[in-house]
């Protein structure tokens, strides 16, 4: 059975000029274990979906539709105070982007990661430092860390101790929203080891986020490559990275610089298109240099062109 079925999924904001479709009909599962991937540039709709699988949704919702399946419960169906007391943080955490920068200045970094053992799971203060210290180890921090204000921490410590946050209360799935995007190359290497670590020994599944399509596929079993709300191509990781299909795919990875590849990073010229009144068409279609006739008329649908790998291309 899979562990995290999302079919249909669909987020809107209202805004002065109108709804904005952030998710467009969203479809991907995930298997125990299984990290999935989603890639795609800025505003094509990434954190939104995260923050709908968890039913975070901001007050300018316009329409929210969709299944969100979680071992064969549709969190959908839930009530606010269920998915509080079963499913979040519990079965499903998340690592905000930002997160690190969020962290409480005036308050240890032992404390912030406590907080929420005491005054949800009703820990004690003794037992609930305990956890803590378990929790440092685990993302390789040392003990005295739980001292610390997060100003004395690096970067790559401060997003460790958010990891550990996320950890606390042994979830299943931890959704990562571009957990390293602010770190230099090498300690975001490091915290990619770690995560891989984690993973291995822990069995959990994330949903890592990032505009990084070589690094995700590091880390993914599968990727799926988000553009304007929409899910553009997604299938096992390695294919994606090695055998892209849609242009945009094929531009997303040269996009970011490679420390293996003799060249600069391509920039991907043209914008995403506008989210409230959306060109005809496919939504890539004026910045694909690979487009036909149809392309601006018609809204390519996803077909599957090798076992678990489809696209939405007319090209295919
Ligand atoms: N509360 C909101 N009200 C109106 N529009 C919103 C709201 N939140 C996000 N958006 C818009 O929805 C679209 C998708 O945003 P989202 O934050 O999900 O993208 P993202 O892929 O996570 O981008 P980034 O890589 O910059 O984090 C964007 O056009 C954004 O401006
Ligand atoms: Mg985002």
């Not at 505003?43 to 316009?62: D, E, F, Q, W, Y």
């Not at 955490?93 to 240890?108: C, D, I, R, W, Y």
């Not at 946050?165 to 975001?188: C, N, R």
């Not at 240099?289 to 295919?316: G, S």
């Amino acid at each position: 059975m899979e562990l995290l079925r999302v079919a249909s999924l669909s987020l809107s904001y209202k805004t002065r000029k109108g709804p904005l479709k952030a998710v467009n009909n969203v479809s991907f599962s995930i298997k125990k274990g299984e990290t999935l991937a989603l890639v795609g540039e800025s505003g094509s709709g990434k954190t939104s979906t995260a923050t709908a699988i968890l039913r975070i949704v901001p007050r300018n919702v316009h329409e929210f539709k969709g299944i969100i399946e979680l071992e064969g419960v549709n969190l959908m169906k839930l009530s606010e105070d269920e998915l509080r007391r079963n499913i979040r943080w519990k079965k499903i955490s998340m690592v905000f982007q930002g997160a690190m920068e969020a962290l409480n200045p005036l308050m240890k970094v032992g404390d912030q990661i406590a907080e929420p053992l005491i005054i949800h799971q009703g820990y004690h203060k003794e037992e609930a430092m305990e956890r803590v210290k378990e929790l440092l180890r685990m993302v390789g921090l040392p003990e005295y860390v739980a001292e610390r204000y997060p100003h004395e921490l690096s970067g790559g410590m401060k997003q460790r101790a958010v990891i550990s946050m996320a950890l606390a209360l042994q979830p299943i799935i931890v959704i990562l929203d571009e957990p390293t995007s602010a770190l230099d190359v090498i300690t975001q290497a490091n915290l990619m080891n770690l995560l891989k670590e984690l993973k291995w020994k822990l069995g959990i599944s994330y949903i890592f986020i990032t505009h990084d399509l070589p690094l995700a596929s590091e880390l993914a079993d599968k990727v799926a490559v988000m553009y304007a709300g929409r899910i553009v191509e997604i299938g096992p990781a390695e294919q994606i990275y090695l055998d892209p299909k849609h242009p945009y795919t094929k531009k997303l990875i040269f996009s970011v610089p490679a420390l293996r590849m003799e060249r600069a990073p391509m920039f991907i010229p043209g914008e995403p298109p506008n989210l409230i009144n959306p060109p005809p068409g496919c939504p890539f279609s004026p910045r694909c240099d690979e487009k036909i006739e149809i392309c601006e008329k018609e809204v390519p649908t996803l077909k599957e062109i090798d076992p678990e790998h489809m696209v939405a291309c007319w090209l295919y």
